[in-house]
């Protein structure tokens, strides 16, 4: 995947690694047909992408769609990119400001609470990519488990980080409250967006104050 892992550092802001500057007319394109792909993501899935249906919803023809993304898999593939890129803009990158250690771990989660909330409605490309792909072997399934690989990677260096600044314990098993803390994710994309229960995002923000307080120093509680 061509994507960066996450660093602590955000993308300088510059007009070639921003979108919708400078950029050429193929480029701004590109990016239009981007949005409308992601958006048809949530609705049908990364499987229900297709070239055809995606011109329709764009308003271009087939060939036009064709030019930019070669096949159906380059398609699925770009999403996947495109996803990724979003989530880091929204999740990661606002969460480097705060302070290394507990607090950087809450803000993260407190974004991907946010993300997710956002989600119910629109659907998340990861969840339901898992769901497609999940025992079909290829570039599309490669691309969705290095994303989500990465941003594991992320939480589980904030949760060493908490632990390094004394906030949590040293016994905490990263990979194990990682899980939990994944788990509390998909718990509320089910019960929100299958099951329609109400109260479903404040249950998971207590749900996290619950699996950090089993780990907090008595310094941090």
Sequence with gaps: MADPVLSESPPADTAESRPGRNLHKGQQTKAAILDAALALAGQVGLEGLSIGALAEVAGMSKSGVFAHFGSREELQISVVREYHRRFEDEVFFPAMKASRGLPRLRQLFANWILRTSIEIDSGCIYISGAVEF???????????????????AA????????????HLKAQTDEDQLLMEI????????????FLRNPGCIPRAHHGFDNLLRQHLTDAAS
């Design 155 to 166: 939480m589980h260096r904030a949760i060493a980080g908490a632990k390094q600044a004394g």
């Design 134 to 152: 999940d025992d079909r072997p290829g570039p599309v399934r490669d691309a969705l488990v290095e994303s989500v690989r990465i941003w594991h």
């Design 182 to 193: 994944h788990g509390l994710i998909l718990a509320l994309h089910y019960e929100a967006r």
